[in-house]
């Protein structure tokens, strides 16, 4: 299945994510993940939904989605080059023994230390989904306490819209 | 004339008076707007949440509210009152279980495209979200099943909300909006203005089609050798009965209309194939899978319709015209999508349409098929047939009345053997498939046309989903004509359970059932009921004579089954013929 990353202008209204999400969910398409947050207009919502499917789901959920009387516009993000970006903030556990070596996987992938505890500390990466799931990969072994992920957010590179 | 032209100018000075601007409250507001958008009758049951809107209403008659006896029944006649005229079907109902009670209603108005504008109370803003007393959640419950919902929060939005809603549900693919008023917004003051115009920036349903795609379509016509018209409700809803007569006439393209589409065309006419389906004609089944051009207009390929998908017209190109973009494409591949509204595209495609030349032995083969395999059943003279008595009421009424229905075999054999020549003649549950819907419907759409006849064909079953509006037909003398065939059993269960389940009949007896002859005259009713041909013949015509409301009950056989039948997973030409072989 592939992997498609959209963008879903809505109005910023109450109930909005519950459309948008209840959509998906009664007809049976995927959501790998869905940030929101303000628009470049003010009373916009932009949404990003990254999900998977063949050509003709993507379709339906493209028409399905212009069906709500709250969405604007649906881009295809996917379909041109794209700028797609998500966080994650990783808590490991760190001895202080062990901090150099994670200090040194994390200035590698130019990520962040942005808190020390006693026993742990907390990384800040920023990147594509890929970047991030090597990220976690390699603290792994270090221990894991907790995972936060924003999920993608993304828009088109320079001219490509 | 004289009273006519009184009326009119009454009418115009009231709407004049009502546009005037004035402090009042949400529910006056919600009452002048409703008026405004011409609503003159509305489908209702108060409750603690609109206890002002009703107080507003005391004394009120610009518009004729129908107290049912149930919500289920409201919205069901508000449902019945829109397919019959094509106007806004408008129903109120309280906060909580009211509202909950509308939830079927609105479903089977969603599944059918129906307009309609639902009503609901709700608690106060303040008491939102504390599980107050008769609270429930209906915006969100209903957000499947509304084209669009609103919560009210601001009396000052009250005004535009109510003139979008009824734009939303009228245009484009129509549906059912809702409108949920907390009590707090139907009792707040402002100053009323009303509104003309709407400006909804996400929606802006495409009317006019590609004129390209209607080129291909013409060409497409002129090649096909064995072209077949699927017309659907989208041609009834759009008003484009005549456009799709002339494109006929034109392209000579013999014609197969759904469930939800009988009456978009004349069914007497040479080029007219039936229904086609799970319980479709012969004739229609076999030419869909045989075609090698298959225009749809206004139908959505719903699977009764088409069967076995992946066997499904398998030699047809496909055109396909509607006006929700998303309906192309989503069960059936489709060679030129047209979207627009249907009359429009019609309109356009009249302009330049050709006989399909190449079609000759085509429809001198479907011709001749259609005369060899009507629709059959094996009549009798010790039981009455359903069959037989929906022939009769079809003579009886010379193809005239609006016929409204529940869901199950008087279904299909209405559909069968009723046969209709006019739009909005027929309302029925294609989508949803809701049992109860069939006697209030009709009471909607008597109040839409007071001076047709109106006819409901119900099972024993059905009839007692929805029997409490006998009342209503009695208080306010709405003269519907109730038949029930009845058959002491729940008839396409049992169906479906003698011929893919071995015979195993579980839960389906209605012995037990009231004598609704009894029933219907403890509620005010005159009731009737036959049990041969001629106390039918007999009795109906008493029936008709009489003035009020009449429920007649058909007692007819039990192990009669719907002929043809597809059955469900099997390919649409793959035909159990039944009593018909």
Same mark, same amino acid.
């Given at each position: 299945m592939k992997k498609h990353t959209i963008a879903v202008i809505v109005n910023d209204q109450p109930g909005v994510l519950q459309r948008v999400s209840g959509l998906f969910g009664r007809r049976g398409f995927n959501i790998e993940s869905i940030t929101v947050g303000t628009s470049e207009e003010v009373g916009l919502s932009r949404m990003v939904i990254v999900t998977t499917g063949d050509e003709q789901t993507l379709e339906q959920i493209t028409k399905q989605l212009y069906k709500?009387?709250?969405?604007?516009k649906v881009i295809h993000l996917s379909s041109n080059p794209i700028v797609a970006r998500e966080l994650a903030l990783i808590k490991v556990s760190a001895e202080p023994a062990a901090r150099p070596e994670i200090f040194g996987v994390v200035e590698t992938f130019r990520a962040a230390v942005v808190d020390i505890g006693t026993h742990s500390v907390m990384v800040q990466v920023v990147g594509d989904t890929e970047k991030i799931d090597a990220m976690v990969e390699l603290l792994g072994p270090y221990g894991i306490r907790e995972l936060s992920r924003t999920g993608v957010t993304a828009l088109n590179r320079g001219n490509s819209r | 004339m004289v009273t006519q032209n009184a009326t009119l100018k009454s009418k115009e000075e009231l709407m004049e008076k009502l546009r005037q601007p004035e402090v009042i409250t949400g529910s006056e507001i919600l009452l002048r707007s409703l008026v405004l958008e011409g609503v003159d009758c509305v489908f209702g049951y108060p409750g603690g949440a609109v206890l002002y809107i009703y107080d507003a209403m005391h004394g009120f008659s610009d518009f004729n509210h129908l107290l049912t006896r149930h919500e289920q029944g409201a919205i069901h006649a508000a449902d019945g009152y829109a397919r019959a005229s094509g106007k806004v079907g408008v129903c109120i109902a309280t906060s909580g279980p009211g509202a909950t009670n509308l939830v079927t209603g609105i479903a089977t108005a969603y599944m059918d495209s129906v307009p309609m504008v639902v009503i609901t109370g709700n608690v106060m803003s303040s008491l939102?979200?504390?599980? $107050? %007393? *008769?609270? $429930?959640d209906i915006t969100g419950i209903t957000m499947p099943i509304t084209k669009h919902s609103y919560l009210v929060?601001?009396?000052?939005d009250l005004a535009r909300i109510i003139h979008e809603a009824f734009h939303i549900a009228n245009t484009g693919r129509k549906g059912p909006v809702l409108i949920d008023i907390p009590k707090d917004i139907s009792a707040n003051k402002t100053l009323f203005k009303p509104v003309t115009e709407v400006s909804i920036r996400g929606y802006n349903p495409t009317v006019s089609p590609n004129k390209l795609q209607v080129d291909k379509m013409i060409k497409a016509i002129t090649e096909a050798e064995r072209p077949l018209i699927l017309a659907g409700g989208g041609v009834i809803y759009s008003g484009a009965h005549e456009e799709l007569h002339e494109f006929v006439k034109k392209t000579d393209i013999p014609i197969t209309t759904t469930l939800l589409g009988l009456g978009a065309f004349p069914s007497g006419e040479d080029l007219f194939l039936g229904m086609p389906g799970m319980h479709g004609t012969f004739t229609a089944n076999k030419s869909i899978q045989k075609a090698d051009l298959l225009i749809n207009i206004g $139908?959505? %390929?719903d699977d009764r319709v088409t069967g076995k998908l992946s066997g499904f017209a398998p030699y047809a190109k496909i055109i396909h015209i509607d006006i929700d973009p998303a309906e192309i494409g989503k069960n059936v591949p489709t060679d030129i999508p047209i979207v627009g509204d249907v009359k429009t595209v019609l309109q356009i495609a009249n302009l330049q349409a050709k006989r399909a030349d190449k079609a000759d032995a085509w429809r001198a083969e479907l011709l001749a098929s259609k005369a060899q395999y009507p629709f059959r059943y094996k009549d009798s003279e010790d039981e009455l047939k359903p069959q037989w008595v929906v022939e009769m009421l079809h003579e009886t009424t010379n193809g005239d009345a609006i016929v409204t229905t529940d869901v199950g075999q008087h279904q299909m054999w209405a559909a069968q053997f009723y046969k209709f020549n006019k739009p909005r003649s027929w309302v029925t549950s294609g989508g949803l498939g809701t049992m109860g819907f069939g006697f209030p419907s009709a009471i909607g759409a008597q109040m839409a046309n007071p001076d047709r006849l109106v006819i409901s064909i119900n099972g024993d079953g059905g009839m007692q989903?929805? $029997? *409490?509006e006998l009342a209503i037909c009695a208080i306010n003398n709405i003269p519907v004509k109730v038949v029930i065939l009845n058959n002491q059993v729940l008839g396409m269960v049992r169906q479906w359970q003698e011929l893919i389940y071995d015979n195993r009949y579980s839960h389906i007896d209605l012995s037990g059932s009231p004598d609704f002859v009894k029933l219907s005259e403890a509620y005010g009713v005159k009731g009737f009921r036959a049990t041969n041909k001629e106390e039918a013949k007999a009795v109906w015509e008493e029936a008709l004579r009489h003035p009020g409301p009449a429920v007649v009950e058909f007692v007819v056989r039990k192990e009669e089954n719907v002929y043809p039948m597809v059955a469900q997973g099997s390919t649409i030409d793959e035909m159990i013929m039944g009593d018909a072989e």
């Open positions: 709500l009387i709250d969405v604007i | 939102i979200g504390t599980d $107050a %007393f *008769q609270e $429930a929060r601001d009396v000052d $139908a959505r %390929f989903m929805c $029997a *409490q």
